[in-house]
C-alpha cells in the first residue's frame, strides 16, 4: 500500500530564507507527483505537477525534483516571503485501477517577516 | 476559464442527519473526485466518478454515495451522519479519468456533525 510521509510537519523560518521541503513514497508505481499550498480552512492550489518520467518542474520561485527509483520529491522555496506561509501538501497519483491520489499530511511553513 | 466550485462552504448538520455537497467541475473536466480532510490530516481520497460513472473509491462505508451529471456537476450524499464525519470536503476535477492528469481542487465544504 502506498505511503506517502512528509517531512518535517512544521517549519519557521526568516524571511529571504531559501528552504526545502521534502516528501517520501513507499512504491515507485505512480503516474505523476504533485505539490499543493493549502491556506488555513481552505482548500488546495496546485503548484508543480511532475509526471514519472520528469526530474523536475519550475515555476517562479518554486522547484519541485522527483527521483521515482528513491520514492523521493523535494519542493525548494527561494527567497521566502511571509506570504508563503501555508501547508505544503505533496500527493502521488498511484497506478492501480482506483485512480486515487495519495495525500502526506503535510508540512506547515511559517516564514517570519 | 472557471474552476472548481462547491456549494455550501459551511454546514452544521445533526448526527443521523443526510447531508448532500455539490461541485461543479472546472470547464472541459469530465472527471471529478472527492475527498475527505480532517483537521490537521491529509486529504483521504472517498471516490472518482468519470463520465458519470464511479471508477474509483476508497475505504468509505456505503453511506457515502455520489452522482456525476452529464453536465459533468458531481454531488457527495452522506447518509446517517456521525461526529467523525465532521470535516472538511474537497472536490477535485481533472481532464480525464485515469493517468498522468493532475487535479483541481474547489475551496471545499466544511460540514460541522453535532
Known amino acids: 500500500k502506498q505511503e506517502v510521509t512528509q517531512i518535517p510537519a512544521a517549519l519557521s523560518v526568516p524571511e529571504g530564507e531559501n528552504l526545502v521541503l521534502n516528501c517520501s513514497f513507499t512504491?515507485?508505481?505512480?503516474?505523476?507527483l504533485q505539490w499543493f499550498r493549502q491556506d488555513p480552512g481552505k482548500g488546495l492550489t496546485s503548484l508543480l505537477l511532475?509526471?514519472?518520467?520528469?526530474r523536475e518542474q519550475t515555476s517562479g520561485r518554486l522547484n519541485a525534483s522527483l527521483d521515482k527509483s528513491s520514492g523521493r520529491s523535494t519542493l525548494y522555496i527561494a527567497a521566502s516571503q511571509p506570504g508563503d506561509s501555508a501547508t505544503y501538501l505533496c500527493?502521488?497519483?498511484?497506478?492501480?485501477?482506483?485512480?486515487?491520489?495519495?495525500f502526506g499530511a503535510g508540512t506547515r511553513l511559517t516564514v517570519k517577516p | 476559464e472557471t474552476g472548481v466550485t462547491q456549494s455550501p462552504t459551511h454546514l452544521i448538520k445533526t448526527r443521523g442527519q443526510q447531508v448532500t455537497l455539490r461541485c461543479s467541475s472546472q470547464?472541459?473536466?469530465?472527471?471529478v473526485s472527492w475527498y475527505q480532510q480532517a483537521l490537521g490530516q491529509g486529504p483521504q481520497f472517498i471516490f472518482q466518478?468519470?463520465?458519470?460513472?464511479?471508477?474509483g473509491r476508497g475505504n468509505f462505508p456505503p453511506r457515502f454515495s455520489g452522482l456525476q451529471f452529464p453536465n459533468y456537476s458531481s454531488e457527495l450524499n452522506v447518509n446517517a451522519l456521525e461526529l467523525d464525519d465532521s470535516a472538511l470536503y474537497l472536490c477535485?476535477?481533472?481532464?480525464?479519468?485515469?493517468?498522468?492528469?493532475?487535479?483541481?481542487f474547489g475551496s471545499g465544504t466544511r460540514l460541522t456533525v453535532v
Open positions: 477535485a476535477s481533472s481532464p480525464g479519468g485515469t493517468g498522468v492528469y493532475g487535479y483541481t
Open positions: 512504491d515507485s508505481a505512480i503516474y505523476n
Open positions: 470547464s472541459g473536466h469530465n472527471t
Open positions: 500527493a502521488v497519483r498511484v497506478v492501480d485501477n482506483n485512480n486515487d491520489m495519495r
Open positions: 466518478y468519470y463520465r458519470e460513472e464511479e471508477n
Open positions: 511532475i509526471q514519472s518520467s520528469q
